[in-house]
């Protein structure tokens, strides 16, 4: 494998930005050396900042030092920035969901077909010390078979927090395209693909109100569910229930997370997916208290692993685990079930996936 950094740009240098931007020290084989948005203030501050190129969106694109680009795009222009990207020969690594619509999904997998490039896509959290330690519980057979798994996410809405939480509330926005994608990518890392879906849906507020920033106390209007409940049928059997819901001001009496899976032999509680590190736990039957698994991985620092996937994948004989594919099906999940909560039926989730391999314990060493 070629040990050459693949050189990476950032579009899009909101919230999230620092987030990658300040991963670039963690990984040997990647380095961020451009960064563009529309602002071109808040792309000059970000390349004043940490260091880098500043361009416009087609500055970045036509920046032929520049291999690769993280797309941090709201999700509803994902397909057509993804697509920009790739027409002019960068591979992609995109923040989820990977697309607002499953369409959206499938032309920028068509696309990158097309130019023979790579697509990624977060969330990367699956790649960390904790849901790799549970994929090895799993793996080992130590709850036994898995049967079903429950899913509790809860909150107010990000309004709260956010200094513009519009994203939130547009096409591809909702606790369940916004939230969903971390947990519903850890289940099918861990149990494999799903096969079909049902839920339920709704939307308790038109408007929030939102709550910091420079534009605090100015009204957002909402355009998708805002409560989501569904239930997935994986294609091993297990039966796993879901709610997401930015309609809970007062939280969650569950664990926060609340994200379990259930075996014949014991119960397996999950790390929050969110993040990188544990802790991972089993519940036997015949104990009182549940045992406390050591992380059988190392990776724990936070974002730009999938980064540094698609990087790996760039450059030599590496499984890409962030994929597009993944991604895409992980979508399919979530638009299935806002789709039966309309037509009130299950919904068969048309694509499928091989589960990824678990990551080496030592990852991101040897890259």
Known sequence: MSMDPVTVGILGCGTISDAYLGADDRFDNYEIVACADIDEERA?????????????????????????????????????T????????????????????TADADAIRTAAAETDLLVG????????????????????GA??????????????????WHPNPDLYYDEGGGPLFD??????????????????????????HDQRTIGSGPREGEEIDVDVPTHESGVVDFENGVVANLTTTFDTPG???????????????????????????????????????PETVPLTHEYTAGRGAGVADLAAAVRGDWEHRTSAD????????????????????????????DRPTPLPAAFPSGL
């Not at 993804?82 to 619509?101: F, I, M, Q």
């Not at 709850?143 to 709260?160: F, K, L, M, Q, R």
């Not at 993944?326 to 996936?353: N, P």
């Open 143 to 160: 709850i036994g078979d898995p049967v079903g798994a429950t899913v509790v996410w809860a909150s107010g809405g990000h309004e709260a």
């Open 251 to 289: 939280g969650s009496t569950f664990p926060d997370p609340a994200f379990e899976i259930y075996g014949t032999e014991g119960t397996l509680s999950l790390p929050d997916p969110n993040h990188f590190e544990g802790p991972v736990a089993i519940q036997r039957p015949d104990e009182d208290d």
């Open 326 to 353: 993944l991604a895409g099906h992980v979508l399919d999940v979530l638009s299935g079930i806002r789709e039966a909560s309309t037509s009130g039926a299950h919904v068969t989730v048309d694509s499928s996936i």
């Open 121 to 140: 896509s977060a969330p990367d959290t699956f790649l960390g010390a904790g849901l790799q330690t549970a994929r090895s519980v799993l793996d080992d």
């Open 179 to 204: 939230m969903g994608p971390y947990y519903v990518t850890a289940l099918v890392s861990l149990l494999g693909p799903a096969r079909r879906v049902t839920g339920s849906v709704g939307r308790t």
């Open 44 to 80: 000059a501050a970000a390349a004043d900042e940490y260091g880098l190129r500043a361009h416009d969106p087609a500055g970045l694109r036509a920046d032929e030092s520049v291999d690769l680009v993280v797309n941090l795009t709201p999700p509803a222009v994902h397909a057509e």
């Open 82 to 101: 993804c697509e920009r990207l790739l027409s002019a020969g960068k591979h992609v690594y995109v923040e989820k969901p990977l697309a607002a619509t």
